[in-house]
């Protein structure tokens, strides 16, 4: 793993921890609350991941420091000294290995948004609307377990109890990045309380986990954005001339509409601080691609409603919950536990759990790190 080019993608990474780190101490950056926000946001994401490598780093001198002592030293304890820290760095460095492999993988944007949850009766009938219920108490349970808050924001309820459909509006740390494993349809296996034969039914509810928008937001990584300086031209007084106070800047920006890239390029001049007018540049990329993006906010969570939730049938099940074994399966992974009555009492964190160690080994192959 430690070739040259990871330690100047780690190198790179540092370089840029410790810029944010000066930048969220600047007065100016903390006036622009959304800069800020945004900024704090990349320090979160890159903490870790900077602590991780530097400990690394620490390994990998650790082994250096030990054979070197190891090839030179002829004192007895010096050697089992070397030894030891020899053998436990070696242990240690292929699991930061993993570990920071993850973290190089770019985490998805929404996941750190409050999220917006839709349950629907699918295939089943009053039974269906029972089960969105049972769901229901399940998220809520959950939610109450992580500290989140849940609100009911609209909700039909079934005619034998239950709900044909509610749509929760949940809020907390990192939301969305843990309940989007919850999409698809759920199918229950049991016995309905209306059954007068005692036959085992089967039913669906559909369930949708949709980030919660924030109103015409904006994403700019602004650790790709390549600046220059130059002198500015024009009269404006011995500064202006002789100190490069201009500044332009170059953003590679995919639109979404289209797929397409381009490059957007934006130069500002207006004033002689080379500070503000680089924070006046970036105030104009916001807005540039601000204008852009308006309406594929709005045509995106149309567009997420649409496929998330499918049509309820029984064919494009996720997870089923069969109450006469006991059993909750969930089939994107093939898992399978035995203690459905804690599961549907809220405690759903072991599947999820095994969804996102799936989730990162698809994506350590995807990205051949």
């Given at each position: 793993m430690a070739d040259n080019s990871l330690r100047e993608r780690l190198d790179g990474i540092e370089a840029r921890f410790e810029e944010i780190s000066t930048l969220i101490t600047d007065p100016a950056v903390i006036a622009d609350m959304k800069r800020y926000v945004r900024l704090t946001k990349e320090y979160k994401e890159l903490e870790k991941l900077t602590a991780t490598t530097r400990r690394y780093r620490s390994l990998i001198d650790n082994v250096a420091e030990a054979r070197e002592l190891l090839a030179c030293e002829s004192d007895a304890e010096m050697r089992e000294m070397a030894k030891e820290q020899l053998d436990?760095?070696?242990?240690?460095?292929?699991?930061?290995?993993?570990?920071i492999k993850l973290l190089l993988i770019p985490a998805d944007p929404e996941d750190g948004k409050n999220a917006i949850l839709e349950i629907r009766g699918g295939t089943g009938g009053d039974e269906a609307a029972i089960f969105a219920g049972d769901l229901c108490k399940m998220y809520m349970k959950y939610c109450e377990s992580r500290g989140w808050n849940v609100a009911v924001t609209s909700a039909s309820e079934g005619a034998a109890g239950g709900y044909k459909e509610i749509v929760l509006s949940v809020t907390g740390e990192g939301v969305y990045g843990i309940l989007k494993y919850e999409s698809g349809v759920h199918r229950v296996q049991r016995v309905p309380a209306t059954e007068t034969?005692?036959?085992?039914?089967?039913?669906?509810?559909?369930?949708?986990?949709l980030p919660e928008a924030e109103a015409f937001d904006v994403e700019i990584n602004e650790g790709e954005i390549k600046w220059d300086t130059f002198r500015s031209g024009g009269a404006g007084g011995q500064n202006v001339n002789k100190v490069e106070s201009g500044v332009r800047l170059r953003y590679l920006w995919r639109n979404p509409n289209t797929g397409e890239s381009e490059e957007i390029l934006i130069e500002c001049t207006e004033t002689r601080d080379q500070p503000k007018n680089k924070e006046r540049a970036l105030s104009r990329l916001r807005t540039f691609i601000y204008d852009k993006e308006h309406q594929k906010y709005i045509d995106d969570i149309a567009s997420r409603r649409k496929t998330l939730v499918s049509t309820g049938d029984r064919s494009a099940k996720i997870r089923t919950y069969n109450y006469p074994q006991g059993r909750i399966t969930d089939h994107r992974i093939n898992y399978t536990i035995y203690n459905l009555q804690a599961f549907v009492d809220g405690d759903i964190q072991d599947v999820i759990d095994h969804l996102i160690i799936a989730e990162n080994a698809e994506k350590l192959k995807a990205a051949e790190l």
């Open positions: 436990a760095a070696t242990e240690e460095i292929p699991r930061l290995e993993e570990e034969q005692g036959r085992v039914h089967t039913s669906a509810a559909t369930v949708a986990v």
